[in-house]
Every structure is written in structure tokens, then in C-alpha cells.
């Protein structure tokens, strides 16, 4: 099982990344999926989850200029940052697991998440 982020950067307040993370080994379309970040010094913070059926969930410091994404075909999820700010900046990691039972807050916390990816830079300049 491998999860590969990409799409990580540098950019200006104000702008937008996206961020991608292919998933190989198993087939993403039963599992829960999330992204977090965690800057140096600083907690994991849970920042946007989806479930299989597609239901989601964010972080209120997010929500409205972050959106999660899948492309089960491809086994691929995203992450579209819009409207950055400095503060964004942090490593960001994808993550992946299977829950028979879907609770958008628990998953943003990162419960039940199986599977990480390396982190992504993600850099904002003000």
C-alpha cells in the first residue's frame, strides 16, 4: 500500500493549490479519505475528510476555501486550497481507511485513518 502526495508548493497569499495523491495497492472506492497537516513544532491538524459514499467534512478554519476530492477510476484524491494565507503553511499528508460507519468529525480528527502518505510542502508567502 503506497500513497503518493504531489502538488505541494510555494505560492502567494491570496492563490491556489492543488493537491493530488495517487493510492496504489488497493482500490480507494470502499475507503474514507482525508487530508491533514502538521507544521514543525506544531499538532497534526485534521483539515478535510470525504467518505466513500462522498459525504464530507471540514475544519472550519477551512471551510469555504478548501475542497476535497476523488477520482475513484484513478485512485486518486485531491485536495483544491483556494484563497491561501500564510498560515496555511505546513507539510500536508493524505490518508486513507475503511469505516463501516461514517462520522464526519471523527474522521477530521483522524480516526480510523489506515494508511499515510509522505507529506507535501505546501508554502505560502504573504
Known amino acids: 500500500v503506497q500513497l503518493q502526495a504531489s502538488g505541494g508548493g510555494l505560492a502567494q497569499a491570496g492563490g491556489s493549490l492543488r493537491l493530488s495523491c495517487g493510492v496504489s495497492?488497493?482500490?480507494?472506492?470502499?475507503?474514507?479519505i482525508g487530508w491533514f497537516r502538521q507544521a514543525p513544532g506544531k499538532e497534526r491538524e485534521g483539515l478535510a475528510c470525504?467518505?466513500?459514499?462522498?459525504?464530507?467534512a471540514y475544519e472550519d478554519s477551512v471551510k469555504g476555501r478548501f475542497t476535497i476530492s476523488r477520482d475513484n477510476a484513478e485512485n486518486t484524491m485531491y485536495l483544491q486550497m483556494n484563497r491561501l494565507k500564510p498560515e496555511d503553511t505546513s507539510i500536508y499528508y493524505c490518508?486513507?481507511?475503511?469505516?463501516?460507519?461514517?462520522?464526519?468529525?471523527?474522521?477530521?480528527?483522524?480516526?480510523?485513518?489506515?494508511?499515510w502518505g509522505k507529506g507535501t510542502q505546501v508554502t505560502v508567502s504573504s
Open positions: 495497492g488497493f482500490r480507494l472506492v470502499n475507503y474514507n
Open positions: 490518508a486513507t481507511g475503511f469505516s463501516s460507519v461514517w462520522d464526519g468529525s471523527l474522521c477530521v480528527e483522524g480516526y480510523g485513518m489506515e494508511y
Open positions: 470525504m467518505s466513500s459514499g462522498r459525504a464530507t
